[in-house]
């Protein structure tokens, strides 16, 4: 799988507004607000490309916690009014993030 495959990234994207496109047997993404596509989807390394995630998660009513502890780094999304939260370990904090995020969106999308 290369990486503009991987299907949490893809999911990422249409949660995004993206319109999905195979093109030259690839998946590319076409963002609303965007010109031009775009191949390659960083959701899960950069964060420039997921704070605007975590920006429209806590619009919808979310309270997002990103921190640090003894024991590694914590991101957590609490959905307010539900009885749940998304919660996740790791040694680096984008990486707590983006699980966090993935876990929201599944649970979005068939709430």
């Given at each position: 799988?290369?990486?503009?495959?991987?299907?949490?990234?893809?999911?990422?994207a249409?949660?995004?507004?993206?319109?999905?496109?195979?093109?030259?047997?690839?998946?590319?993404?076409?963002?609303?607000?965007k010109?031009?596509?775009?191949?390659?989807?960083?959701?899960?390394?950069?964060?420039?490309?997921?704070?605007?995630?975590?920006?429209?998660?806590?619009?919808?009513?979310?309270?997002?916690?990103?921190?640090?502890?003894?024991?590694?780094?914590?991101?957590?999304?609490?959905?307010?009014?539900?009885?749940?939260?998304?919660?996740?370990?790791?040694?680096?904090?984008i990486?707590?993030?983006?699980?966090?995020?993935?876990?929201?969106?599944?649970?979005?999308?068939?709430?």
């Open positions: 799988m290369t990486r503009e495959d991987n299907p949490d990234c893809i999911m990422i249409e949660f995004m507004g993206a319109k999905i496109i195979e093109r030259e047997n690839r998946i590319v993404c076409d963002f609303p607000k010109s031009g596509l775009d191949w390659w989807l960083d959701y899960d390394t950069k964060w420039d490309w997921l704070m605007p995630v975590l920006s429209k998660i806590e619009e919808q009513g979310c309270i997002i916690d990103l921190g640090m502890t003894s024991l590694g780094c914590v991101a957590s999304i609490s959905p307010v009014n539900e009885d749940i939260f998304f919660n996740n370990q790791s040694n680096i904090l990486e707590a993030a983006y699980k966090s995020v993935i876990d929201y969106i599944k649970w979005y999308k068939n709430k």
